[in-house]
């Protein structure tokens, strides 16, 4: 673009226009012509330029004064060529425009177009170092002049709220959250540098989480599309930016991951499973993959099983959810000292058996969590007995105290796995331990016809031991208050009557626990009638023992050794 212009306009406030002027020779004096190529912001910004130098009042604004800025710092309009300057007016501008939230955005954005004067003039530092002081500064206390989507009014009449002044009433504090929406819309570089400087202040990682989770939802569609995302902890952006493609998607998760808080649970574990997930699909660097999955394994414990379920996009596809992946965030999770890990700590009474009041650790939850993933993934005919085996292996006994979920996990794997050898069965099996089976579980248990002969005695075995040790706690009261009434039937004090109330009570639930001993010994006599069976046949008979760790040292069968191999097992151990 071509400008015709006077000569001393310019050089009276421009020392580089007066030197070109006075370098440039020509035949014909009264015309002289300048190029600039390098100006920055180009023939729109010198316009402006032009205009200042011809005394023509200039109307700056957030969104034109980093240009006139870096122009006047090109053309060295200092105060040696005149008093109030360009250099000194575009300054004085800035450091007001500094104080205003939004103008401060506005400028910022426009920063890229001018580097790198905007770099060099610490313009673009001056703006980050606003806006962190101003997203770090105590809501209560300062209420910043805010965007539009998140201006602060009186409770009482439209009003704008100015730096928490008010003349109708007092100001509402504003929200920890309340400069997500508008530091979602910076550029990557200078997200990156405002997180960074937000960090250094101070804030605390669970704010600078969840700005992070509102930019990714901004900026990575493919995070979006997980409808079980949406709408959780935080709320989705008014409308996401263009569709990026994936390698800058890519390049932008890795971004994100690298400026999660590391401390544990300062990031919502659902969002950095959706960030795991979307970084397969993306196929990112193994090195961020792995730092989510640590990451994720150090609060495993707050984890939803609906999070877990990540889908195998991998090349083999053997299974259809990624077992490995778990696995490893398992083990991550087992090599952290979450708790103190002592087992006496973990042993509980009947009473919290029965009534599953025991004490939720991390531990007993991932326990919980594992138990239920395992269920979720029994049904896939390729998963393999180890791999199962290996989930299942991580969990050590004592954070079960209810073996109810591993065994429904195991009932689902038997039954979608009819092919399993008995040896393979009895493997499994031996992940649970039925003495901690609820009345619920152990009933299933001894009608499963998918489970080893073996188990299913065993579950017979404790829950007649457990019932006959119920009893004999209700017997013992029962003497006990026997033995403690008077002779002319009336009892010592008011506390007494409401002893054997409550004693009296428990007789009643005793009632009912015989008549579970009695169903119990039906199914004994049951079990009995296929166990002589069985006798008959020798073939049978030996297979039987095998199955007990018995052999046979006599040719023929005695009743008497049938009842004496069956009080043995009793006394064994399970």
């Given at each position: 673009?071509?400008?015709?212009?006077?000569?001393?306009?310019l050089?009276s406030?421009?020392?580089?226009?007066?030197?070109?002027?006075?370098?440039?020779?020509?035949e014909d004096?009264?015309?002289?012509?300048?190029?600039?190529?390098?100006?920055?912001?180009?023939?729109k910004?010198?316009l402006?330029?032009?205009?200042?130098?011809?005394?023509?009042?200039?109307?700056?604004?957030?969104?034109?004064?980093?240009?006139i800025?870096c122009?006047?710092?090109?053309?060295?309009?200092?105060?040696?060529r005149?008093?109030?300057?360009?250099i000194m007016?575009?300054?004085s501008?800035?450091?007001?425009?500094?104080?205003?939230?939004?103008?401060?955005?506005?400028?910022l954005?426009?920063?890229?177009?001018?580097?790198?004067?905007?770099?060099?003039?610490?313009?673009?530092?001056?703006?980050?170092d606003s806006?962190?002081?101003?997203?770090?500064?105590?809501?209560?206390?300062?209420s910043?002049?805010?965007?539009?989507?998140?201006?602060?009014?009186?409770p009482?009449?439209?009003?704008?709220?100015?730096?928490?002044i008010c003349?109708?009433?007092?100001?509402?504090?504003l929200?920890?959250d309340?400069?997500?929406?508008d530091?979602?819309?910076?550029?990557?570089?200078?997200?990156?540098r405002?997180?960074?400087?937000?960090?250094?202040r101070?804030?605390?990682?669970?704010r600078?989480?969840?700005?992070?989770?509102?930019?990714?939802?901004?900026h990575?569609?493919?995070?979006c599309?997980?409808p079980?995302?949406r709408g959780?902890?935080?709320?989705?952006?008014?409308?996401?930016?263009?569709?990026?493609?994936?390698?800058?998607?890519?390049?932008l998760?890795?971004?994100?991951?690298?400026?999660?808080?590391?401390q544990?649970?300062?990031?919502?574990?659902?969002?950095?499973l959706?960030?795991?997930?979307?970084?397969?699909?993306?196929?990112?660097?193994?090195?961020?993959q792995?730092k989510?999955?640590?990451?994720?394994?150090?609060q495993?414990?707050q984890a939803?099983l609906e999070?877990?379920?990540?889908?195998?996009?991998?090349?083999?596809?053997?299974?259809?959810?990624?077992?490995?992946?778990?696995?490893?965030i398992?083990?991550?999770?087992?090599?952290?000292?979450?708790?103190?890990?002592?087992?006496?700590?973990?042993?509980?009474?009947?009473?919290?058996?029965?009534?599953?009041?025991?004490?939720?650790?991390?531990?007993?939850m991932?326990?919980?969590?594992?138990?239920?993933?395992?269920?979720?993934v029994?049904?896939?005919?390729?998963?393999?007995?180890?791999?199962?085996?290996?989930?299942?292996?991580?969990i050590?006994?004592?954070?079960?105290?209810?073996?109810?979920?591993?065994?429904?996990a195991i009932?689902?794997?038997?039954?979608?796995?009819?092919?399993?050898?008995?040896?393979?069965?009895?493997?499994?099996?031996?992940?649970?331990?039925?003495?901690?089976?609820s009345?619920?579980?152990?009933?299933?248990?001894?009608?499963?016809e998918?489970?080893?002969?073996?188990?299913?005695?065993?579950?017979?075995?404790?829950?007649?031991?457990?019932?006959?040790?119920?009893?004999?706690?209700?017997?013992?009261?029962s003497?006990?208050?026997?033995?403690?009434?008077?002779?002319?039937?009336n009892?010592?004090?008011?506390?007494?009557?409401?002893?054997?109330?409550?004693?009296?009570?428990?007789?009643?639930?005793?009632?009912?626990i015989?008549?579970?001993?009695?169903?119990?010994?039906k199914?004994?006599?049951?079990?009995?009638?296929?166990?002589?069976?069985?006798?008959?046949?020798?073939?049978?008979?030996?297979?039987?023992?095998?199955?007990?760790?018995?052999?046979?040292?006599?040719?023929?069968i005695?009743?008497?050794?049938?009842?004496?191999?069956?009080?043995?097992?009793?006394?064994?151990s399970?």
């Open positions: 673009m071509a400008f015709h212009l006077h000569k001393f306009p050089l406030r421009s020392q580089v226009i007066e030197n070109r002027i006075n370098d440039y020779s020509s004096d009264e015309k002289c012509v300048l190029q600039f190529h390098d100006l920055p912001g180009g023939a910004t010198f402006l330029v032009a205009k200042f130098c011809y005394g023509i009042r200039l109307e700056l604004t957030a969104l034109n004064i980093v240009g800025r122009a006047a710092e090109y053309l060295q309009m200092t105060e040696d005149g008093d109030g300057n360009l007016l575009s300054e501008f800035l450091n007001e425009m500094f104080g205003h939230w939004t103008d401060t955005i506005k400028a954005e426009t920063c890229k177009e001018f580097l790198p004067y905007s770099e060099e003039l610490h313009i673009v530092s001056r703006c980050i806006l962190a002081m101003k997203a770090c500064a105590d809501t209560n206390l300062f910043w002049p805010l965007p539009e989507n998140g201006i602060a009014q009186c009482e009449g439209n009003h704008v709220l100015w730096n928490g003349s109708t009433a007092k100001p509402q504090p929200s920890e309340w400069w997500y929406e530091a979602s819309l910076l550029r990557l570089s200078s997200y990156k405002l997180i960074l400087a937000v960090e250094s101070g804030m605390k990682p669970e600078i989480a969840g700005s992070l989770v509102h930019y990714a939802k901004r990575l569609p493919l995070l599309r997980q079980s995302f959780r902890n935080h709320a989705a952006p008014r409308s996401l930016v263009s569709h990026p493609s994936d390698a800058d998607q890519r390049n998760l890795e971004e994100i991951v690298a400026l999660v808080p590391t544990k649970g300062a990031t919502p574990t659902n969002f950095l959706r960030l795991l997930r979307t970084s397969m699909v993306l196929q990112a660097r193994p090195s961020c792995d989510l999955e640590k990451q994720i394994g150090a495993l414990d939803a999070d877990l379920l990540i889908p195998n996009i991998g090349y083999s596809m053997e299974t259809l959810y990624d077992i490995d992946c778990v696995q490893r398992l083990d991550h999770f087992a090599h952290i000292d979450n708790e103190p890990l002592d087992p006496s700590n973990y042993i509980i009474d009947e009473g919290q058996l029965m009534g599953g009041s025991h004490p939720l650790t991390p531990m007993t991932v326990a919980t969590l594992v138990d239920g993933y395992l269920a979720e029994a049904p896939d005919v390729n998963l393999k007995l180890p791999k199962f085996q290996s989930l299942a292996a991580v050590p006994d004592y954070a079960r105290p209810l073996n109810d979920g591993i065994y429904c009932d689902i794997y038997l039954k979608a796995h009819p092919w399993l050898t008995d040896s393979e069965r009895e493997q499994i099996c031996s992940l649970m331990n039925c003495q901690k089976l009345l619920e579980a152990s009933t299933h248990a001894t009608q499963n998918r489970l080893p002969l073996r188990v299913i005695v065993q579950v017979l075995f404790f829950e007649q031991l457990r019932l006959r040790t119920s009893i004999s706690g209700w017997l013992f009261v003497d006990n208050l026997k033995n403690s009434q008077n002779p002319n039937g009892l010592a004090n008011a506390g007494n009557n409401t002893r054997v109330g409550a004693v009296r009570d428990h007789l009643v639930e005793a009632d009912d015989m008549e579970r001993v009695s169903e119990l010994e199914e004994c006599l049951g079990m009995k009638e296929e166990l002589e069976k069985l006798v008959k046949a020798k073939r049978g008979w030996n297979l039987f023992l095998r199955k007990f760790g018995f052999r046979s040292k006599s040719k023929s005695d009743p008497k050794t049938v009842k004496s191999c069956l009080l043995i097992q009793k006394n064994q399970p």
